[in-house]
């Protein structure tokens, strides 16, 4: 059995809203707003610093939890505005090197969408350029991180259910002309347009596959995340639980493509979809009596402040994973990473 990165971890599932912890969300505001209160910066956060007024209720409104994914969602539209181009080298060196120092992470897949992250005013001839300055900011602050901590860095651009197919097929197009810094596209946001949209997603998939990208997708967290159409055509599978729990033909399928779950055991209780860890016992032991991998993630460690070895502890204390299984999973985290270095590897180990 290889041992991937010896015992350090690869994340492959962390969307860079709920990746920055809330603690340096609000220094960072609170820093601009002092030096510069007539910047851009300082006006658009000028809401929301009068809604919330103190740090205690500005974390408690982003760790809290949740009866439903919509409601979840709701923490990302209050940050997304804060990650701009001006903020971006501060938040990414920060998280990488937490990432490194604090949890043994050798390697990040960072997940966003760049449109939300330029101004709201911008023109549209000019949306495609701000999004390429977006992702070209988030690899340099990641090549900063990376000449002082061991940690590779890449970037996947994500589609959202709520934009249109226009858009989403730049975003796309955006991830594919720039392969330094993108390894992949997703497909985020919330579940309700799934059914109605089905066959704009299956036609953005098509697209992206086209262009040669490799894909995830965010599908069948819940019952109404559910595409069958697309699972043929993703390389891996943002979190796919409801395929372990109620879907065994597909299971079957995808066991027989070789994909791998993208499962992150902390979301499903802060959205209300499990009570407990345990809970997630069948979904692991289903997939392993197939041959399907799962890698585990943490969706927003920031929000959840559950950092990625603590997920892994988790699971073992509760039950819902034998220690050996554990270890299976982190090695497969490797192993379907879109763009882990088998020399970073050897020399990690």
């Known amino acids: 059995m290889s041992d991937a990165a010896g015992y350090r971890y690869a994340e492959l599932h962390l969307h860079l809203g709920g990746a920055i912890l809330p603690r340096v969300l609000w220094s960072?505001?609170?820093?601009?707003?002092?030096?510069?209160?007539?910047?851009?910066?300082?006006?658009?956060?000028?809401?929301?610093?009068?809604?919330?007024?103190?740090?205690?209720?500005?974390?408690?409104?982003?760790?809290?939890?949740?009866?439903?994914?919509?409601?979840?969602?709701?923490?990302?539209?209050?940050?997304?505005?804060?990650?701009?181009?001006?903020?971006?080298?501060?938040?990414?060196?920060r998280l990488l090197r937490g990432a490194a120092v604090f949890e043994n992470i050798a390697y990040i897949e960072l997940r966003y969408n760049p449109f939300f992250r330029i101004p709201r005013d911008t023109p549209p001839n000019l949306v495609r350029a701000r999004m390429e300055e977006v992702v070209s900011t988030v690899g340099a602050a990641a090549r900063n991180a990376q000449r002082r901590f061991p940690i590779e860095l890449t970037q996947i651009l994500c589609m959202?259910?709520?934009?249109?197919?226009?858009?989403?097929?730049?975003?796309a197009d955006l991830a594919a002309d720039m392969p330094n810094e993108v390894c992949a596209v997703d497909l985020a946001g919330p579940n309700e347009p799934y059914e109605a949209r089905r066959k704009d997603f299956?036609?953005?998939?098509?697209?992206?596959?086209?262009r040669g990208l490799k894909t995830t997708a965010h599908l069948y967290e819940t019952?109404?995340?559910?595409?069958?159409?697309?699972?043929?055509?993703?390389?891996?599978?943002?979190?796919?639980?409801?395929?372990?729990?109620?879907?065994?033909?597909?299971?079957?399928?995808?066991?027989?493509?070789?994909?791998?779950?993208?499962?992150?055991?902390?979301?499903?209780?802060?959205?209300?979809?499990?009570?407990?860890?345990a809970e997630l016992h069948p979904v692991f032991e289903r997939c392993f009596d197939l041959g399907v991998d799962v890698a585990i993630c943490t969706d927003n460690m920031a929000f959840h402040d559950v950092r990625l070895p603590r997920e892994h502890e988790l699971l073992l204390l509760n039950r819902a994973l034998s220690f050996a299984d554990m270890e299976r999973c982190r090695q497969a985290a490797f192993r379907h990473a879109f763009r882990w270095n088998p020399a970073g590897e050897k020399a990690a180990t």
């Open 28 to 93: 960072y505001l609170q820093r601009e707003r002092m030096e510069d209160p007539e910047g851009t910066f300082a006006r658009e956060s000028q809401g929301l610093v009068e809604e919330f007024g103190e740090y205690a209720l500005f974390e408690k409104f982003l760790t809290r939890d949740c009866s439903s994914l919509a409601e979840y969602l709701e923490a990302h539209k209050r940050v997304e505005p804060l990650q701009t181009v001006e903020s971006l080298p501060y938040y990414v060196y």
């Open 160 to 171: 959202d259910s709520r934009l249109p197919n226009e858009l989403n097929r730049e975003i």
């Open 202 to 210: 299956v036609s953005a998939f098509e697209y992206a596959k086209g």
């Open 223 to 277: 019952p109404q995340g559910c595409i069958p159409e697309i699972l043929p055509l993703v390389d891996r599978i943002g979190h796919g639980i409801q395929i372990a729990l109620a879907h065994r033909s597909l299971l079957v399928a995808i066991a027989g493509r070789g994909q791998c779950l993208e499962v992150c055991p902390t979301t499903y209780l802060r959205t209300g979809t499990f009570k407990s860890y």
